[in-house]
Structures are given as structure tokens and as C-alpha cells.
């Protein structure tokens, strides 16, 4: 009776089998010898081989978790108009900036042909009252800086510098004439900004050290010297130039038009970093400008930090944004990568570099998302905008790095995006003071002792 069901059991299976298909497999692998192999798995391993059969060929049937590096869902805490406009500079970004990114960063070239298209989206000077300007809370400047960064860093960075750096030191320093000349045609990017602090001997002590000079001739002010990475220069018709009066040592605020003679810019060539940002070395020789475009509200120093106080939470904005996106497009590209037969994605040491980018990603934007929330509220101090600048700038060096991890090779290739992140979150850990300036300030603050030299 056995050897009846066995050779019934063998006639059912027969029926099954389809002869065309084992013989071509029989081609392939040695089948009695496989035979010999899956006889002698036990039941467990018999369901893992099987778990693993049934999934080939399978693919776009297991439903992945959609691609999002706000893993707290933060944006819930935007109103209905908040969230449009933040979408609405998301697909810009997309649509019309991520394309052309790549080679204009190669060529280290400028793509003005999106200033128009960019005018369109009213987002510039976002927290300032009047003169065309949005006036909308600090933390959707945050938001948006967040939004441009997550594509390209250097397009951010010629946002920050005129809507922040330049806009800013007009409108908290300037006269209401200057705001009223300056400001709607630059809200509109009709007029573009630059803003000129560092220079080739000073950067951090630039508040002590200053070389630039200014000096009243009684009709006009002289100024000579030089500044040095001062992004959007090369093309701005309006710059920001900060010298110290050699009479009274204080340091003053200048609107330096780009046809004033004894103004020269010279674009920075070499650079590996933001370079689509076109840098230049200023150079001011008997620089003659006139008493109505000094800055009326700009004598001291301390006028000149509040501006950096105001635009430093932007830049711990804008390293999240190179961190999301250097995040967003590694999870990306590990859910296409397959290696042995599998999505690298689904792998235990690609997902704990996943987790470990997330995990800082987290954590910074819940930090920054504070800070705007304080500086709406009016009680954000220095230390609270450096300790941002500090950590955010820091993390980011962490998330860019495990993202040209786990893209392996491929992280060096500009088509991928994570090579132009890892470049550019070098510009960011250094600029808008750098990780140790501003630790040395959030040191005073906590212990009350001052470190600086």
C-alpha cells in the first residue's frame, strides 16, 4: 500500500510539473544533486528558502514607505498656508532648479535664468513688515531656506545672502529713504544683494581686526581695502560693504553700488565647494561714496551682529536642508541598488547608517523648528543661534558622510546629488562663523567666563 501512494503521489506531481521548464532547469543546475541538497534542509530552512523563492520577481508588488526625512511629521505643525507655500517652493525647487543644478555646479557657473521664475514665488524677504515683503514668521524663512537647501546648497546660499544678509543689514540699519529705494525692487529680485564682511587677513576677528577703512573727506566717504568671499558679488548691483572709520574706529555699514568707481569684484575660481555661488574678492581703491548711501542706523559693530544674529538661525536651516537631501536621495538610490539579488535597502549595516542619518536629521530639525518658534517670539540670543549653527553644521558632516557610505562608489558621481552635499556641507560647517567662534560664544553664555582671545 505505501509503494501504491508513493507512486500516486508521484503520477499527482508529474501533472504539475511543466517537463519544458525542468528540462531547461536541468540545463542549468544539476538537478539530482540539488535534490540531494533540499532533502536534507530541515523545516526551517525549507521555509526561509521558500520565503525567499516566492519573493522574486516580485517587484513594485511590496509597497514601500514613500521617501520623507521629516520623520516627526513637523510640517503638521505649519498652518494649511504655511504648508501650500512651503510645497510651492518644493516643487519650484524640483521642477525647475533640480535639473540644471548639476551642471551649473560643474561648471561653476550661475543660472540666472531662474531669478525671474523665482521672483514668481514671493518668498524673498519673508519675515520683514512693508516694502513688498511677506511678512510672515521667522519660521517659515526656516522652512523655505530648508525647502532650497534640500536641492542645492548654493542655490540657497545666493537666497540667504541677498533675502537675509543684504535685505536684512538695509532693513534693520538703513534710513526709510534706503528701505524705500532698496528694498521693493530687491524683495522683487529686480535689484540683487550682496553683503561684504570678510576679508583676506580676517574672518572670525573680523570685529576686532577689520582692515577695510572708511574715512569722511566732508563731501564724501573714502573707502580702501578688501573683502573676500562675498557670495552673489560678481553680478550684484547693490553691496554691502562694512569698514571701520579711521577717525572714530567704529565700524560703519555702506551701500556700495556696482558702478561706483574704485569698486572691483573678481570672481574666485577653484573653489570645491557651493560653487555654483559666484564668490568674489572685493577690492575698494579711494572707493567714493556718498553720505546718503551710508547706512544711517549702522555705528558700531554691535548693528552689524545683529544682522548675523538675525540671518545665523537660517544657516542652521540651510544645514538641514543639505542634510535631508544628501538623506532623501541615499534612501533613494539604496531602495533601487540591488546587490546578491536584493535592494542594498534591505541589508542590517545599510539601514543602521539609515537610522543614524535619520536620527541626527530628527534631532536637528526639532532644534531649528525651536529656535525660529524663539526668535518669532522675540527671546532668541546669540548663544541660542550659534548652538544651532554649531550642532546642525556638525550633524550634517555626519549625515552627508553615511550618505556616500552606503552609495558606495557611486557617491563620488555628481548624477546621484550626494557627492555635491558632501562638498557643499564644507562651505556650511565654516560659514556665518565658524564651529569654534560660535561654541566659544554658547562657552560664555553657560559659564560666564570669556574665552575669546
Known amino acids: 500500500m505505501a509503494l501504491l501512494s508513493k507512486i500516486k503521489n508521484t503520477i499527482g506531481l508529474l501533472k504539475d510539473v511543466d517537463l519544458d521548464k525542468l528540462a531547461k532547469l536541468n540545463e542549468k543546475i544539476d538537478l539530482k544533486e540539488a535534490m540531494n541538497t533540499l532533502g536534507s534542509l530541515d523545516d526551517r530552512q525549507i521555509k526561509g528558502l521558500m520565503k525567499m523563492l516566492n519573493n522574486q520577481g516580485k517587484k513594485g508588488q511590496h509597497k514601500l514607505p514613500p521617501i520623507d526625512g521629516d520623520f516627526y511629521n513637523l510640517d503638521l505643525k505649519l498652518t494649511e498656508e504655511q504648508r501650500a507655500l512651503q510645497m510651492r517652493v518644493r516643487n519650484f525647487m524640483e521642477d525647475e532648479v533640480k535639473p540644471l543644478v548639476n551642471d551649473y555646479w560643474n561648471k561653476a557657473k550661475f543660472p540666472f535664468e531662474i531669478i525671474e521664475k523665482f521672483a514668481k514665488l514671493n518668498i524673498t524677504g519673508v519675515p520683514y513688515e512693508g516694502y513688498g515683503c511677506p511678512n510672515l514668521p521667522f519660521l517659515m524663512e526656516g522652512i523655505i531656506a530648508q525647502e532650497i537647501a534640500r536641492v542645492d546648497v548654493s542655490i540657497s546660499t545666493f537666497f540667504g545672502v541677498h533675502s537675509g544678509l543684504a535685505m536684512g543689514s538695509i532693513y534693520l540699519c538703513g534710513s526709510e529713504e534706503q528701505k524705500q529705494e532698496w528694498l521693493p525692487k530687491m524683495q522683487k529680485l529686480e535689484k540683487i544683494g550682496a553683503f561684504g564682511l570678510t576679508e583676506p587677513n580676517v574672518g572670525s576677528a573680523v570685529s576686532q581686526g577689520m582692515e577695510t577703512t572708511c574715512k569722511f573727506d566732508g563731501e564724501n566717504w573714502v573707502l580702501n581695502g578688501q573683502k573676500k568671499w562675498i557670495g552673489n558679488a560678481t553680478f550684484a548691483d547693490v553691496i ?37 555661488v559666484q564668490n568674489a574678492i572685493i577690492t575698494l581703491t579711494d572707493c567714493k561714496i556718498t553720505e546718503s548711501d551710508r547706512l544711517q542706523n549702522a555705528n558700531s559693530f554691535r548693528d552689524t551682529a545683529k544682522v ?98 552606503v552609495l558606495g562608489g557611486n557617491g563620488i558621481l555628481l548624477e546621484h546629488d550626494v557627492a555635491r552635499f558632501v562638498a557643499d556641507a564644507e562651505a556650511i560647517y565654516s560659514y556665518e562663523g565658524t564651529k569654534e567662534i560660535n561654541s566659544l560664544i554658547v562657552g560664555r553664555a553657560i559659564t560666564g567666563y570669556s574665552a575669546f582671545v
Not at 553700488?257 to 570645491?272: H, I, T, V, Y
Open 308 to 405: 548675523l544674529k538675525m540671518t545665523r538661525a537660517g544657516v542652521a536651516w540651510q544645514a538641514v536642508g543639505c542634510a535631508r537631501g544628501a538623506y532623501e536621495s541615499a534612501l533613494k538610490y539604496t531602495k533601487k541598488r540591488e546587490q546578491f539579488g536584493k535592494p542594498i535597502a534591505s541589508y542590517q549595516l545599510v539601514q543602521n547608517h539609515l537610522v543614524e542619518m535619520l536620527s541626527n536629521l530628527t534631532a536637528m530639525q526639532t532644534m531649528v523648528f525651536r529656535l525660529s518658534e524663539m526668535q518669532d517670539a522675540g527671546i532668541l540670543t546669540d548663544e541660542h543661534a550659534s548652538l544651532a549653527k554649531v550642532y546642525c553644521s556638525m550633524r550634517t558632516r555626519d549625515i552627508v558622510s553615511r550618505a556616500r557610505e
Open 240 to 276: 554691502i560693504i562694512w569698514a571701520k572709520d579711521v577717525d572714530s574706529h567704529q565700524v560703519k555699514g555702506f551701500i556700495v553700488r556696482k558702478e561706483n568707481p574704485g569698486f572691483k569684484a573678481e570672481k574666485m575660481e577653484d573653489k570645491m565647494a557651493l560653487r555654483i
